[in-house]
């Protein structure tokens, strides 16, 4: 019953850190201040493009849009999925034989 209670408690504990760093991080505005530099940077396009339109300079979209997507990839990470795509392939493809020769014995 002590071993119960020592991973209860562990847990518990666990999930209280998370909540305090989710709580004080929305106290202190973290989440506002990220939405507000966006905001700014924003803004700063739309003086750069209505300045640009104002001295006749074509305008391109892709001048003003800042693509925020971060690509992750690398060796390791490509190696993961191609790795954890086989072992899906394999499961799968066990499943399915295990199925058909069960239903191979239903069937008869």
Same mark, same amino acid.
């Given at each position: 019953?002590?071993?119960?209670?020592?991973v209860?408690?562990?847990?518990?504990?666990?999930f209280?850190?998370?909540f305090?760093?989710?709580?004080?991080?929305?106290?202190?505005?973290?989440?506002?201040?990220?939405?507000?530099?966006?905001m700014?940077?924003?803004?700063?396009?739309?003086?750069?493009?209505?300045?640009?339109?104002?001295? /006749?300079?074509?305008?391109? $979209? +892709? @001048?003003? &849009?800042?693509?925020?997507?971060?690509?992750?990839?690398?060796?390791? %990470?490509?190696?993961?999925?191609k790795?954890?795509? /086989?072992?899906?392939?394999? $499961? +799968? @493809?066990? &499943?399915?034989?295990?199925?058909?020769?069960?239903?191979?014995?239903? %069937?008869e």
């Amino acid at each position: 019953m002590d071993k119960k209670y020592r991973v209860f408690r562990w847990i518990f504990l666990f999930f209280f850190v998370i909540f305090l760093t989710l709580y004080f991080s929305q106290l202190t505005g973290y989440y506002e201040f990220k939405n507000y530099q966006k905001m700014t940077l924003t803004e700063e396009q739309i003086v750069q493009f209505e300045q640009d339109i104002k001295d /006749g300079k074509e305008v391109d $979209i +892709k @001048n003003y &849009v800042v693509d925020t997507k971060k690509d992750y990839q690398n060796k390791f %990470s490509n190696m993961g999925v191609k790795l954890s795509s /086989g072992i899906s392939d394999l $499961i +799968k @493809n066990s &499943v399915i034989k295990i199925f058909s020769s069960i239903s191979g014995f239903v %069937s008869e």
